[in-house]
């Protein structure tokens, strides 16, 4: 009949769906893993190194180039995860 089907395997695999938002509350680890406490860590992880994410924003255009910027990436948003404007 069309449509998604949870059937047998759903109660028997008990699936996990992820999803990459982790700021709505109650999460799955709430009240253990608060908003707070989750931007905590992060900050604190990224104090120390523990994983470097200089990458993700890319490209960093003066404010100048930011108008084209966006455009090149709205019609290929698969060569860039994040935008970031310098306004030196």
Not at 22 to 50: M, T, Y
Not at 56 to 73: G, K, L, M, N, W
């Amino acid at each position: 009949t069309g449509g998604l089907d949870f059937g047998g395997p759903a109660h028997f695999n008990v699936p996990n769906i992820v999803f990459a938002r982790a700021c709505s509350e109650p999460n799955r680890d709430h009240p253990r893993w608060s908003f707070q406490r989750i931007c905590d860590v992060c900050w604190r992880w990224l104090a120390e190194g523990k994983f470097q994410c200089e990458s993700i924003v890319s490209p960093v255009v003066p404010f100048e180039e930011s108008v084209e910027a966006y455009r090149s990436i709205d019609t290929h948003p698969e060569r860039s995860i994040k935008l970031g404007v310098s306004f030196r």
